[in-house]
Nanobody
Framework: QVQLVESGGGLVQAGGSLRLSCAASGSIRRINVMGWYRQAPGKQRELVAVTPSGTSTNYADSVKGRFTISRDNTKNTVYLQMNSLKPEDTAVYYC???????????????WGQGTQVTVSS
């Protein structure tokens, strides 16, 4: 019913920048929350940044001051601008959205397929 399509991952040297995008489509009535998570090999998936509405934001301590999350509600799209990347930022990054569809009465969580970000030292 809802699809999240991510783009923008890749390989970058330490200190470089990448911008991730995630567009939601489908039977969307309202998107409550959009955000980004990441999972490194052998580790659990962790929150990177979240924006409940596009005006308020929350970040993991490890990315504060380096990453910026933003949201375009007219396009149902969330972005993650990543600057000053470090090797420890290497992970698969997943887009998340809590969506109320036109066919349901309670919102559900949806995930993108993931995009690889690799930061070389």
């Amino acid at each position: 019913q809802v699809q999240l399509v991510e783009s923008g991952g890749g390989l970058v040297q330490a200190g470089g920048s990448l911008r991730l995008s995630c567009a939601a489509s489908g039977s969307i009535r309202r998107i409550n929350v959009m955000g980004w998570y990441r999972q490194a090999p052998g580790k659990q998936r962790e929150l990177v940044a979240v924006t409940p509405s596009g005006t308020s934001t929350n970040y993991a301590d490890s990315v504060k001051g380096r990453f910026t999350i933003s949201r375009d509600n007219t396009k149902n799209t969330v972005y993650l601008q990543m600057n000053s990347l470090k090797p420890e930022d290497t992970a698969v990054y997943y887009c998340h959205a809590r969506v109320l569809t036109t066919r349901e009465f309670v919102p559900r969580d949806y995930w993108g397929q993931g995009t690889q970000v690799t930061v070389s030292s």
